[in-house]
């Protein structure tokens, strides 16, 4: 065992047994790299990256390769979920370099932390013109001893050149109509629109660009927008990339039909698109929609709840095939005769009609990816459910793919708005409540007594790591949903001392830009900075959303100003890269419509504050916010001064400081959330 066998990360666990000499990043590890005199290999991935764990079984657990890095070099293993800061430093560097980035991600240091050669996965042996692992590691040897001096100028130039890489904030106005527009327009030159989705492989689930698309149609009325997402869902939703069985994303298609997918399942993804399809619903009413944002809320209820009522980060590509090999989708993926021994001949033969199972296959060895290929006719919904649960049932008993059970703050935080809204849309209680036990988990566990974040937690155990910006404002983001969806002003008030701290932690006060990690975090070689939108919301676009949403629930003018001023870089971004702003486009979308406040006055049990607090939440106007509760109540600010009308519940609609009439009918006021923006 080395000295990753006390850490709470799976991946920095899952080395734990190597003959490395593995340190985690540390302090420590540097003291010991100018103790040595010797160069630091930083080598970062993560639980469910595949080429990571082809690299760890090929170099990392060969005797022969440790002996040399243990004589050579001080090697430093990071979870790059576990710190996104360490990791976003380094692979600005390694892109600067290489012009292409990925894990696992490889690279040298100085003692001093600063990189001077760069790389991803290395192979064993010399192929397709890469040189070997043991070639690189012989090449820096050399190059630390011989030439040091040479090592030493290159380190430096490398840092400062990161350093002096101050990203354009933009421009320090709000987004309007025409850059909105622009960026409606780039997307539509990107889109597929033979295939949805914007363009070409590998395919990922735009799940924030749909966001925008959706919020842009409630506002303006564009049947483009909505086209877009319509589209893009459903061929999702029929693809491989969805499980057809169990629910649930992978994380994305390597092809552009989104018919092969690469089987990892992240809570993000899972979290995202729940929400996304939950809010397709609430758009058009789609059966679609709603079965898929059930499915995935069960499929993340089921799968990815830890004991503790947090949810776990990912679930493996890999699995055994039975035959003790580690095989990509060796879970998912079935012949013909795997069908005929579960259904039986006839209903295999339906089954293998209806989800595209071929002799030939969709993937590899002859098996399919289940989709839902277009059908014509009415299907038996009842032959069609006992296929699905005997064939769920029969892949139950097959070796599960494995779980990375950390529990990521900012994910979780995803995982609570999207729980709650999906939960309260459909009458699902128990979803609600799951939020809020994932919610509890953050307070108790996450969450000091001077509402300061750590990053994760694994089995009650709260890591050691410092919360970054994402971190912050997802959670400030499930707590705000959490509060329009149960009228409970704890959630608010938590929210609130989440937003504050990236008030004064992580906003420079002169521009209002955002940085990733708080002012008094560790310092490393730059301190990391991206707006842009990729596998999840930028921490910076994440807390513009929150700031807005908590100002228009308490009235909070600098929160307000803060969002406003760090919406300035979607203006220069939006219309010039679209597909990478996505989240930060819907927030803006939010800003023009108001955003919204609807305060619904009146007695829990009463049907008349349900029906009226339904139609406040199914409302499509962008990021409107909600508060419900009894007349007078202090619990929530946008209930002040709200009495009853006749007597009767009633909602008070408000926005840029204007209010109309209050309603004691749900039908009207569902038509005034639903309606453009004069």
């Known amino acids: 065992m080395n000295r990753l066998a006390h850490e709470t990360s799976p991946y920095l666990l899952q080395h734990a047994d190597n003959p490395v000499d593995w340190w985690p990043w540390s302090a420590e590890a540097f003291d010991e790299a100018r103790r040595t005199n010797r160069p630091v290999l930083l080598s970062v991935g993560y639980s469910s990256c595949h080429w990571c764990h082809v690299m760890a079984h090929e170099s990392f657990e060969d005797e022969a390769t440790a002996a040399y890095l243990n004589e050579h070099f001080v090697s430093v293993k990071v979870d790059r979920e576990e710190r996104p800061d360490v990791d976003a430093v380094y692979m600005e560097a390694v892109q600067a370099a290489t012009g292409q980035g990925g894990w696992p991600m490889t690279v040298f240091l100085t003692p001093d932390a600063e990189p001077f050669y760069f790389g991803t996965y290395f192979p064993p ?22 030439r040091r001096d040479e090592v030493a100028e290159v380190a430096g130039k490398i840092t400062r050149d990161l350093a002096e890489r101050e990203m354009s904030f933009g421009d320090s106005r709000v987004p309007g109509e025409e850059e909105l527009a622009g960026a409606l327009l780039g997307l539509t030159r990107d889109y597929d629109a033979a295939r949805g989705g ?124 039975g035959t003790g090999r580690h095989v990509e989708g060796a879970y998912y993926v079935w012949t013909p005769a795997q069908l005929r021994e579960v259904l039986g001949d006839a209903d295999a033969e339906f089954a293998a009609r ?103 937690s694994k089995d009650g155990r709260a890591g050691a790591h410092a919360g970054v910006l994402e971190d912050y404002a997802d959670v400030a983001e499930g707590f705000l949903a959490l509060t329009s969806v149960t009228g409970e002003g704890v959630w608010l008030e938590f929210a609130g001392f989440l ?110 504050t349900t029906a009226l607090r339904r139609a406040a939440l199914m409302g499509t106007a962008p990021g409107t916010v909600v508060a419900v509760g009894v007349p007078e109540s202090e619990e929530l600010p946008l209930l002040a001064g709200r009495p009853l009308v006749d007597g009767k519940p009633a909602a008070y609609v408000c926005r840029n400081f204007v209010c109309d009439v209050p309603t004691t009918d749900p039908d009207r006021l569902r038509a005034v959330l639903n309606g453009r923006n004069a």
């Not at 042996?125 to 011989?146: C, I, K, N, Y």
């Not at 892949?395 to 708005?417: C, F, H, I, Y």
């Open 354 to 456: 209806y989800f595209g199972v071929t002799e030939e296959g969709t993937f590899e060895e002859g098996a399919s990816v289940l989709q839902l290929p277009q059908q014509e006719g009415v299907v038996d919904a009842e032959r069609l459910a006992s296929v699905r649960d005997r064939l769920l049932a029969a892949r139950a008993g097959r070796p599960a793919p494995g779980r990375d059970d950390k529990v990521v703050t900012a994910w979780n935080g995803l995982a609570v708005a999207a729980l709650a809204e999906t939960g309260a849309y459909f009458g699902r209680p128990d979803l609600v409540e799951a939020a809020i036990g994932a919610a509890d988990l953050l307070v108790r566990l996450h969450m000091d007594d001077r509402a300061r974040l750590v990053r994760t």
């Open 198 to 321: 914007f363009g070409g492989a590998p395919k990922f689930p735009p799940s924030m660009v749909i966001e925008f698309l959706l919020r842009h149609h409630a506002r303006t009325g564009s049947e483009g927008a909505l086209q877009m997402a319509v589209d893009t869902c459903e061929r999702m939703a029929r693809g491989g990339l969805y499980d057809q069985l169990g629910g649930g994303f992978a994380r994305y298609s390597v092809d552009r039909d989104w018919v092969i997918p690469h089987f990892e399942k992240m809570l993000y993804d899972n979290a995202l698109l729940c929400r996304v399809y939950a809010h397709l619903w609430r758009s058009t009413g789609s059966e679609l929609a709603r079965r898929v944002a059930l499915e995935t809320a069960d499929f993340l209820v089921r799968e990815l709840r830890t004991d503790e009522g947090g949810f776990a980060s990912a679930l493996d590509a890999d699995s055994d095939d």
């Open 125 to 146: 042996e010399p192929r397709h013109g890469m040189a070997s692992f043991r070639q690189v590691l012989e090449g820096v040897s050399t190059a630390w001893s011989d």
């Open 499 to 608: 937003l504050d701290h990236v008030l004064v932690q992580f906003t420079d006060a002169e521009s209002g830009a955002l940085y990733d990690t708080a002012a008094d975090a560790e310092r490393l070689i730059r301190r990391p900075q991206d707006p842009t939108d990729n596998a999840t919301p930028s921490g910076w676009s994440a807390a513009a959303g929150a700031l807005l949403s908590y100002s228009a629930q308490t009235g909070a003018e600098p929160h307000r100003t803060a969002a406003e001023r760090a919406l300035g870089v979607v203006r220069a971004l939006g219309p010039r890269a679209p597909r990478f702003i996505g989240w930060g486009l819907a927030v803006a979308e939010a800003l023009l419509d108001g955003p919204r406040e609807v305060a619904v006055v009146g007695g829990a049990d009463d049907p008349a």
